[in-house]
């Protein structure tokens, strides 16, 4: 693959998150809300969220 061939993506993506935000979200995940659900009551993009969700999930931290 060759430069020309690269495409960066979600570089505005959020990685990094507080504690704090990531308590609630395990909170509101464990209630069973969407991702979707879950950026609209924090107040943060979906693909954020849904990257937080893939994490959480990874980790073990919420279930599906």
Do not use: C, T
Not at 1 to 18: G, H, T
């Amino acid at each position: 693959m060759n430069k020309k061939d690269r495409v960066l993506i979600l570089e505005e993506a959020k990685w990094i998150w507080s504690n704090e935000e990531i308590e609630r979200a395990i909170s509101l995940f464990s209630q069973g809300l969407k991702p979707s659900e879950v950026a609209i009551e924090m107040n943060q993009k979906v693909i954020d969220v849904g990257l937080l969700y893939l994490h959480l999930l990874e980790k073990r931290k919420i279930k599906r």
